[in-house]
DNA sequence: CGTCTATTTGAATGTACTCAAAAGCGGTGG
DNA sequence: CCACCGCTTTTGAGTACATTCAAATAGACG
């Protein structure tokens, strides 16, 4: 069952009785997308939060330079959707693409409002991962204005460690904030330095 | 009764009955720092969220090179805390400072999970501040990512209005992520663009 | 195989930084 | 009230990190 992983991720932070989960489950539209389609384009209001059970999603926008800034990947076990869209119910800036062929489930906005209703216990959830997500946004910020490329790099592999070498260097490059040139120089000097991990 | 603002932020939100708002007011503790105390100190463990009810604090870490990074501030009005820390109880490494004399309310963690259990409403309305800031986060980390330092300036400035004439411009250099020298020059440029804002 | 994209390399450039020093500003105590 | 002190802000000159643009190479996919 594609469930299981959503359920087990979820049960980590609040407890849920049989009908509660599978109260929850019917409230999901699993779906299925390939590399490179777009599940959100910049312009859109977004209506889901979406959850990566197979697969790997990027969330990104587009600089008026026409440069992609990369702010965050969804591996497998994660959630992903342009929250400010998502809250506001306007147009949003986000564009969530399938870097390879990926199942999600989906749980709507309307839904997600009704399951805070039906089962109390999803607003404490949705706070918890909400809070752990801010937590990693306010570190990521402080990183990006303390540390080199090259330290912002290594916080990458420890976040990310099963896309650092599946993941186009490109988009590792658009994430830690340089151009794809200067990351490619970058790595030659790690190897040159001495530190012989690829990671 | 200083009381207000802290309600009025929250009855924004979500409603109260009377009895529900006495009962929250009783769970706070009202605290005045002097400019220049220490809310918070790198290293301790954040018990507290900090509502500010008037004055103006300011979060910041200190890189290895000793050089500040304000990651928010906090006037009148706003909450703060370290949520590294406030969330897991583990040492944390912001710092709160007061930028002037500053009254704040204090709740601690332990009532503000007793207020989850007490007033479910608290759960949501602490989930939606948290879903808030998270965007805020979220557009702020993309800003930096794509914007020259003279436009997150501008967004610095729409953000805290109140502040772009009181604040010391070090302290909105250490925010927008550049040294005071850039910034000095930055403003002399910005004036003979013929943009004779001072925001 | 050929095409398209990703990656690497080179050379020149620029934005923002470092270090040093002067000028401004505010508060405090004599 | 003025003088001094400490801190902030500005200015100058040299520097470095990361970028831009251009081109070559390598990989992936149909």
Redesign the pocket.
Known sequence: MSTNLIIESITRHIRLSNEEKEHFISLLQPKIYKRKDFILEDGQVCKYSYFVTAGCLRGFTVDH?GFEHVLNFAPTGWWIADMYSLLTQKPGILNIEALENTEVLLLSKSRQEKLYHDIPQFERFFRIITENSLVSYQQRLIDNLSL??EERYHNFCRRYPSLINTL???QIAAYI?????????M??QMLTKGKKQQD
């Open positions: 330079n080199t490329a186009p260097k490109k904030g340089v151009t794809p040139e200067f990351f490619s120089r790595q030659r």
